[in-house]
């Protein structure tokens, strides 16, 4: 394996697609974790996020001469997983259930034991409710910190697209974990001012 680790992703790619048996390896290596996180965050389930990440890295390694060069390699493997994950949540017709199970995503710092877990399953439940391509967008970009020209890439629509679908989810997040929804203290039975 003598200089895989120092390649970069487009000459793993190329030395893949001519046959080197190691090459796709060190590609599934170095971006497994942040494409598993993605799925996680995508699907909302982390058993599904395994599979959607399996059948996005089998489907690259099939069709890594499909591979054109036109956005880096780490842009279309994240397409092609999130494809995966859009592919497996249609085919379940279950994506409500699914988006609604938002236990394991990672929101707040798993480090941070003084964290304010409370506010972080907030988040997690508003996340949840918005559309799934306002949720795509924001995290790939917020969460991941993805450049939205990459995350245009990858969810195939135009960069505007993003930055719509970002701001929208954004406010429609604001309104969800607004004050009126923190504060859930005493209030007066209605009809009794």
Request: proline share 4%; charged share 30%; with cysteine.
């Amino acid at each position: 394996m003598a200089g895989l680790e120092d390649a970069p992703d487009r000459a793993l790619m190329a030395r893949h697609v001519d046959g080197d048996p190691d090459a796709f390896g060190e590609l599934f290596r170095r971006h497994r974790d942040r494409l598993w996180a993605v799925a996680v965050r995508t699907t909302g389930d982390r058993e599904l996020a395994a599979d959607c990440v399996q059948d996005g890295f089998v489907n690259a390694f099939r069709r890594a001469e499909s591979y054109r060069g036109d956005a880096a390699v780490s842009t279309w493997l994240h397409r092609i997983v999130v494809n995966a994950c859009l592919d497996r949540l249609r085919r379940e017709r279950d994506v409500l259930r699914r988006a609604g199970d938002v236990a394991d995503l990672d929101v707040i710092d798993a480090h941070d034991r003084h964290g304010e877990a409370e506010t972080g399953l907030d988040v997690r439940a508003a996340l949840a409710r918005l559309p799934e391509h306002q949720r795509l967008a924001l995290v790939l970009v917020d969460m991941h910190g993805m450049p939205v020209a990459d995350a245009a890439e990858v969810l195939g629509v135009a960069v505007g697209t993003v930055k719509s679908r970002c701001a929208r989810g954004r406010e429609a997040l604001a309104a969800l974990l607004g004050p009126s929804r923190v504060d859930d203290g005493p209030r007066e039975p209605r009809g009794q001012s």
